[in-house]
């Protein structure tokens, strides 16, 4: 092969692999803005569970210590509305369960994104139609390694909502015209924005969210 054809080929490879990146790829780094500081809980504040664990902040990263059941942190600085999307660094340092689901603006509700619930495996949206993230359409497993961080990223529209764990997806379900909602009981503390964990210790780091363009029609 010539040198020429040698360039086309490999000019051609890097486009097409640029083309088949996930939503958002190209422009990963545009407009995110940051919600911790790496050094305090400014902005935030300890979720009022009972039976809570501790909340610290070290090592640039916000620890949930394990709670009976849960612990978590909510937002009292700005919180992302409309089409958004979130992204952070979370590890389960400690436990069997949830570690960093969060609680977000949806639809004119709340929803949570469940990071590894019901026995450690489980990652959903809690709820749809009244359906858990073990019940509905959006549940699937995902074996989260002790100690180790994983990137997490959530795209929230009016129409879908769009999720991935190390850039790989994990959940893309339409929500339009569907009820969108909190499970019942003390995770609605964690509204409008918060995590939490359950019965696990927790570590979350760089929380950012970047506003999105409304869809097209």
């Known amino acids: 092969m010539t040198r020429t054809r040698l360039l086309g080929a490999l000019l051609g490879s890097l486009f097409l692999s640029a083309a088949g990146q996930t939503p958002g790829a190209g422009a990963r780094d545009e407009g995110w803005r940051s919600l911790f500081d790496g050094k305090s809980l400014d902005g935030w504040r300890e979720t009022p569970f009972h039976g809570r664990g501790a909340v610290r902040v070290r090592d640039a990263m916000i620890v949930l210590e394990r709670g009976a059941p849960l612990t978590g942190i909510t937002r009292t600085g700005a919180v992302p509305q409309g089409n958004y999307e979130v992204r952070f660094e979370a590890a389960r340092l400690e436990g069997n369960d949830f570690f960093a689901s969060l609680t977000f603006p949806a639809g004119g509700a709340h929803c ?63 929500v339009a015209g569907r009820s969108i909602s909190l499970r019942p009981g003390e995770i609605e503390r964690s509204a409008p924005f918060g995590f939490a964990s359950y019965a696990t210790t927790g570590g979350i780091r760089k929380i950012e969210y970047r506003e999105l363009p409304p869809p097209r029609p």
């Open 112 to 174: 949570t994104w469940v990071t590894g619930g019901w026995g450690g495996d489980i990652v959903g949206l809690s709820s749809l139609d009244g359906w858990d993230a073990s019940d509905n359409e959006t549940r699937t497993y995902f074996e989260f390694e002790p100690g180790r961080w994983y990137t997490f990223r959530i795209q929230v529209t009016g129409q879908r909502i769009r999720a991935w764990i190390d850039e790989r997806p994990v959940i893309d379900v339409q």
